[in-house]
């Protein structure tokens, strides 16, 4: 099914087919219609499914026909939980809305207020923003919601998992009542739902997209079993030894990030970390740096790593295993993008068994495992009682 198919006029396909776009996810199958129609829309949906183009796609379908917007004030928010997210789907709606006469902006925390004002005085038609600098710029009277149509809260669990639900509330009760709104989360959890009782309209769509979708399939993933002292000599070697080109590497906690970058520059591997203890603009350094391939290998928070969008990535690495599970299928959706195969590895070590178990089960099967000669394993990770079922 072509994209036209599905109720998009032709500055907008064209643009989008520019970019690569041919057939439409199975997200985008879904959601697409749904907004166009105007209803309510509450999503499950992971990375790598093209979830951004869901919502981007017809919200610009419904404005670029709406002679309201002319007036530059803003007619859709879409609200992202970290910096790199915010910039990402700000940069999405650019090249998807290159055909057409409207203006967007991302505004985020770790940058300066004053451009941001100035260019919201200028008019702004699509805001991307984090919930924070939003509040900020509100109380200042930078910005208005007056002419709001369209409500998008993307990756909602994420948003609540960092802490965000008193500024949600806040920003609800800035925004006109009469309003479309799309709540778009990894998991539909109880918290997330709790939120979108008082966000979305009692007749919402509600759809999801299966963990176990074709992104997830295309992706070879293998444990290796590790000491957790031995971990990042191990990284080293498979870094050398396997000769990675580059390399998406996962840890849990921003000081494992520095501690980690340090312990591979020892041993010759130059490495880069982003995270929230960075600046924003370098982390924008850092990211700009591993897209263009001039860095190889980029430590992250699974926060910190948000919005990071390569499609030719073809390896990320789980150094720490993530709690929840669902950020595994977060985490690895960041390869095998736009058909290609990936690779993801995880280095489990026997502390990691607890969070293995909950991964494997969502996955529904157990994830091959490896040991690599040299590595001896002294704490052994035992089975997932999967194998038993």
């Not at 495992?369 to 052994?380: D, H, L, S, Y």
Request: proline share 4%; with cysteine.
């Amino acid at each position: 099914m072509p994209f036209s198919k599905l109720g998009l006029s032709d500055p907008i396909v064209n643009a989008i087919s520019e970019l690569g776009y041919i057939q439409p996810t199975e997200i985008q199958k879904q959601a697409i219609p749904i907004i166009l129609s105007g209803k309510d829309l509450m999503a499950s949906a992971q990375t790598g499914t093209g979830k951004t183009a869901s919502f981007v796609l017809p919200l610009l379908e419904k404005m670029q026909s709406d002679d309201a917007v002319r007036n530059r004030s803003i007619h859709a928010l879409i609200l992202a939980p970290t910096r790199e997210l915010a910039a990402q789907v700000a940069s999405n709606i650019e090249q998807y809305a290159k055909y057409l006469n409207l203006s967007s902006l991302a505004i985020y925390g770790g940058t300066d207020l004053d451009p941001q004002k100035e260019r919201l005085a200028q008019g702004v038609n699509v805001l991307v923003a984090t919930p924070g600098r939003l509040l900020d710029l509100a109380y200042q009277r930078a910005l208005f919601f007056d002419d709001l149509k369209f409500f998008v809260i993307d990756e909602a669990d994420k948003m609540l998992d960092m802490g965000f639900i008193d500024d949600l509330y806040k920003i609800l009760d800035r925004l006109p009542h009469q309003r479309q709104n799309l709540l778009f989360s990894a998991t539909l959890t109880e918290d997330v739902r709790y939120l979108a009782a008082d966000t979305v309209s009692d007749d919402v769509v509600e759809i999801c997209v299966s963990p176990q979708n074709k992104t997830v399939a295309k992706i070879k993933q293998w444990l290796i079993t590790v000491d957790k002292d031995t971990k990042s000599a191990l990284l080293s070697h498979l870094i050398n030894e396997q000769h990675w080109d580059q390399a998406l590497i996962f840890v849990e906690k921003k000081h494992s990030a520095a501690k980690l970058v340090e312990q591979l520059g020892k041993r010759g591997i130059i490495a880069d970390a982003i995270h929230s203890g960075r600046s924003q603009s370098m982390r924008d350094q850092v990211l700009s740096n591993f897209k263009s391939g001039k860095l190889k290998f980029l430590i992250a928070t699974g926060i910190a790593a948000r919005g990071v969008d390569i499609d030719s990535l073809s390896r990320v690495v789980n150094y720490d295993l993530p709690y929840p599970s669902e950020e595994y299928i977060h985490r690895i959706g960041r390869t095998g993008r736009a058909g290609a195969e990936g690779e993801a590895i995880s280095l489990v070590s026997k502390d990691d068994f607890k969070n293995l178990c909950a991964i494997e089960s969502l996955l529904g099967h157990l994830i091959e495992r490896q040991e690599i000669e040299g590595f001896p394993v002294r704490k052994v990770v035992p089975i997932s009682i999967l194998n038993y079922r």
